[in-house]
C-alpha cells in the first residue's frame, strides 16, 4: 500500500467527508426580512427602527452605553480613529499580522501606521512592541483580537493610559469572546466589529462601533449619518461625514443572528480547547496558546503553528493543500505581514496627509513573517462549529498527511 497515493490531494478518500455550512439560519431570519421587504421600509434614514432596535441589542449583549451601526468594520474603524481626535501626521500603532483594514483605515484618517510585532505565543500584538514604538507623535493604539483572542487588554490599557493613548480594539474576529468576563470590545476607548459575511455573526456586510463615551457616541454616530445631529434639522450638516447607514434588511438579520452568538461561541469555545488537546499530540503541530485572563475565544479562526521538519521538509503551502483536499476547512492565511502590501512599500498615499519621511521598506517583524511564510495555518470558523468527532476527523487528517509524507520505515528494514 502507498501511503503517498492514499492522500485526497492524491486521488484517495477523503478523512473529512461532510461539510460545515455557513451563514447557519432558519425560517425565523427568512421571516423577518420577508416582513421588512413586505413593509416597504427597507431604508431608515433616521437610523431609529430596527436599525436602532439592533443597536441597542447589541449593546446590552456587549455591556456599553453605545452602539453605532455602519457599513461595514473598515469605516467603523476610521469613524473610531476621526471621533478619537487624531490629526494629520500623527502615529497609531497596529500589528502587521491582521486584515488590511486595521492599517489602511489609519492612512485614510491621515495617520501614519506604525507596525510592531506580534507575540510567538498567541500572535496577538506585543505590549513590549507596543511601548517600545511609542513617539510624542503617537495618538492611538489598535489591539486587533486576532482569531477572536484576547490581546493582554490590562497591560495594553496601562501603557495606554501611561502615554495619554487612544485604545481602538479591533474586534472583527472577537464578537461575543470575553477577557477577564468582558466582552472584547468594550475595555479600550472604542470597539469595533465587522458583520461580513465570513464573520462570526454576519449580515452580509455591515459593522457597529461600541463605546461607553458619550462625546465619542455621539461623533461617530454624527459622521455614519452625513454629518447631522441628534435633535438637528435634516439639511443642517455638521461634520465631515458620509452616508454609512445599514438597512432595515440587515438590521433585522443581525436581530436574528445574535440569539444565536452565544451558543456558538460557546461551541467554538469549547471545539478549540479540545483540538488544543488533540493537536497538541502530534509532532509538529503547535496550537496557538491561550492568553492570560482569556475566558472565552471566538475562534473566528482555530490557528496552528506548523513545522515542516516534522513534515518531511513539506512547505506550509503545500500542506495546506493537502489537508483542504482531505475535507479540513483551512486556509494558509497571509501571504505577508501588511508592511510589504505595495500600499505601504511603493506609499501610494495619494491625497491622504502623510509626511514624506514615512519609509516602509525597512520594516520587519521577524514573527510575522514566520507566522506568514513557514508557520500559521488557519481552520475557518464554521468548521469550528462541528461537533467533538469532526475535531478528531481533523486531527486524523493531519496524522494521515504526516504518515504519508514521513513514512516509518517497515518492520523488515528495521
Ligand atoms: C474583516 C476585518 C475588518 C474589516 O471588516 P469589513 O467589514 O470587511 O470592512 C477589519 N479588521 C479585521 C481584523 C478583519 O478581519
Given at each position: 500500500m502507498n501511503q503517498q497515493t492514499d492522500l485526497a490531494i492524491h486521488g484517495g478518500a477523503k478523512t473529512v467527508t461532510r461539510t460545515f455550512p455557513w451563514p447557519v439560519f432558519d425560517e425565523s431570519e427568512v421571516q423577518a426580512v420577508m416582513s421588512i421587504v413586505q413593509s416597504g421600509a427597507w431604508g431608515n434614514p433616521d437610523c431609529k427602527g430596527e436599525v436602532e432596535a439592533f443597536e441597542k441589542d447589541f449593546a446590552a449583549y456587549c455591556g456599553t452605553r453605545y452602539a453605532v451601526s455602519c457599513v461595514n468594520g473598515s469605516v467603523s474603524l476610521r469613524l473610531a480613529l476621526i471621533a478619537c481626535g487624531v490629526r494629520p501626521g500623527d502615529e497609531v500603532i497596529v500589528p502587521p499580522y491582521t486584515f488590511i483594514a486595521t492599517a489602511s483605515t489609519v492612512i485614510e484618517a491621515n495617520c501614519v501606521p506604525v507596525f510592531v510585532d506580534i507575540d510567538p505565543a498567541t500572535y496577538n500584538i506585543s505590549p513590549e512592541a507596543i511601548e517600545a514604538a511609542i513617539t510624542e507623535r503617537t495618538r492611538a493604539i489598535i489591539p486587533v483580537h486576532f482569531a477572536g483572542q484576547a490581546c493582554d487588554m490590562d497591560r495594553i490599557m496601562e501603557i495606554a493610559r501611561r502615554h495619554n493613548l487612544r485604545v481602538i480594539e479591533d474586534a472583527a474576529h472577537a464578537h461575543g469572546a470575553e477577557y477577564k468576563g468582558r466582552k472584547l470590545g468594550t475595555i479600550g476607548d472604542v470597539g469595533s466589529f465587522s458583520f461580513q459575511s465570513s464573520k462570526n455573526l454576519n449580515s452580509g456586510e455591515g459593522g457597529i462601533i461600541v463605546t461607553n463615551d458619550e462625546p465619542l457616541y455621539q461623533m461617530m454616530a454624527s459622521l455614519r449619518n452625513v454629518g447631522r445631529m441628534e435633535g438637528g434639522q435634516w439639511y443642517d450638516h455638521y461634520n465631515p461625514g458620509c452616508n454609512y447607514r445599514i438597512t432595515q434588511l440587515q438590521a433585522v438579520l443581525l436581530s436574528h443572528q445574535l440569539k444565536r452568538l452565544d451558543e456558538q461561541?460557546?461551541?467554538?469555545?469549547?471545539n478549540g480547547l479540545y483540538l488544543n488537546e488533540l493537536l497538541g499530540t502530534i509532532d509538529g503541530i503547535t496550537p496557538l496558546e491561550r492568553g492570560f485572563g482569556e475566558t472565552l475565544h471566538a475562534y473566528h479562526l482555530y490557528i496552528f503553528k506548523y513545522d515542516k521538519a516534522k513534515f518531511g521538509g513539506v512547505?506550509?503551502?503545500e500542506f495546506v493543500a493537502m489537508l483542504a483536499a482531505e475535507g479540513v476547512p483551512c486556509f494558509k492565511g497571509y501571504p505577508h505581514p501588511l508592511y510589504r502590501q505595495p500600499l505601504f512599500q511603493q506609499k501610494n498615499f495619494m491625497c491622504y496627509a502623510i509626511p514624506d519621511s514615512v519609509d516602509y521598506t525597512g520594516v520587519f517583524c521577524p514573527v510575522a513573517e514566520r507566522a506568514?511564510?513557514?508557520?500559521?495555518?488557519?481552520?475557518?470558523?464554521?468548521?469550528?462549529?462541528?461537533?467533538?468527532?469532526?475535531?478528531e476527523s481533523f486531527a486524523q487528517a493531519i496524522i494521515k498527511i504526516q504518515k504519508a509524507v514521513c513514512p516509518v520505515p517497515s518492520p523488515t528494514t528495521l
Open positions: 461561541t460557546r461551541t467554538r469555545n469549547q512547505p506550509k503551502d506568514c511564510s513557514e508557520e500559521a495555518v488557519w481552520i475557518l470558523q464554521p468548521a469550528m462549529l462541528g461537533t467533538r468527532e469532526d475535531m
